[in-house]
């Protein structure tokens, strides 16, 4: 597990999260889609996402009523990740901010294009994120886009002005992996890997949690990203 992550800067993990880690994010999410549309019997129910796509102000609204949650962050506590987190890390700790992303079919504005996690979390080299979908990401469903071994480069200036991007120049001819998951797979990343999220192009949303982790034994921690937990 080690070696993988050495060499490719990222590691997938398959099914090391339950239903029941999971059912606390999403009831808290539903409970938010009820507020507009009460009918709704899941979080990808069609009426919900029409309303999603005809309604965006209310994706904006969703993400301030729910990111940091504490049902996200207890994910960050569940014993088969944290097991993985420290044969990767001396003293792990979990940051409090958690962002939870909400992808509407074919809306691009916040779209996560090309970039290091390092250049916007500003904290010491070894820092990890677990990115975490909802529901089973494929391709079409706006799955991750990874450069294997791209963190081997360190920190890389994020130079290219594309409209309020800030990207990473000089990468772009690298071998590029789509990781397609299921629910209950997580993915686990160097802050230094360059990776992309895609377009969803599916009719149901994206859901996923971001979750950060600091190694205590590097040192400061990122000023942007106040308050840590112990692991």
């Not at 069609?46 to 209310?58: E, G, M, Q, S």
């Not at 916007?120 to 079409?140: C, F, M, S």
């Not at 469903?141 to 360190?154: D, F, Q």
């Not at 990207?167 to 998951?181: D, K, R, S």
Request: overall charge negative.
């Amino acid at each position: 597990m080690m070696d993988t992550f050495k060499a490719d800067g990222c590691l997938i993990l398959r099914d090391v999260l339950t239903g029941a880690d999971l059912h606390g994010v999403e009831n808290l999410i539903l409970s938010e889609v009820h507020k507009y549309v009460p009918e709704a019997t899941g979080i990808n129910d069609r009426v919900w996402v029409d309303h999603a796509i005809k309604h965006p102000d209310t994706i904006s609204k969703m993400y301030d009523a729910v990111r940091d949650a504490d049902e996200a962050l207890r994910l960050g506590q569940v014993a088969s990740l944290v097991d993985t987190i420290k044969s990767l890390m001396e003293e792990p700790m979990l940051y409090n901010k958690v962002p939870l992303r909400i992808d509407v079919p074919f809306v691009n504005k916040e779209l996560a294009f090309w970039h290091q996690d390092d250049f916007y979390v500003q904290g010491n080299a070894r820092e990890l994120t677990v990115w975490i979908p909802l529901q089973d990401t494929k391709a079409h469903h706006g799955a991750l886009s990874v450069m294997k071994g791209s963190h081997k480069s360190g920190p890389i200036p994020h130079t290219l002005k594309v409209g309020k991007k800030t990207l990473p120049e000089g990468i772009f001819e690298n071998p590029v992996n789509i990781v397609e998951m299921n629910r209950g797979d997580v993915l686990i990343f160097s802050s230094y890997l360059v990776h992309s999220s895609n377009l969803n192009v599916s009719d149901a949303i994206r859901y996923s949690i971001q979750l950060r982790y600091s190694d205590a034994s590097a040192g400061a921690h990122s000023s942007l990203m106040k308050g840590v937990s112990r692991v």
